[in-house]
């Protein structure tokens, strides 16, 4: 979907960029999540550094979701 590996969906989990559902040891990936990544991914390719995504208002960034 994404075209990442699950290293580098670990490596924005723990840079606290996205926060994915868990049902038991699973990450579910709300479409919320997705288009996160989506915009982290983009803004990388674009020569933004993680400082400047992690700028991002928060409005857009964190939100619960229900799995």
């Known amino acids: 979907m994404l075209g990442v590996s699950a290293r580098t969906l670990r490596f ?26 989506q915009l982290i991914l983009r803004g990388k390719r674009l020569g933004f550094t ?3 995504i992690e700028g991002v208002p928060r409005s857009l960034r964190r939100r ?3 799995c």
């Open 12 to 37: 924005y989990e723990d840079k606290g960029l996205i926060e994915p559902c868990r049902i038991g040891t699973t990450r579910v990936y709300t479409r919320r999540e997705v288009a996160r990544m």
């Open 64 to 66: 619960p979701a229900a």
């Open 50 to 52: 993680l400082r400047d």
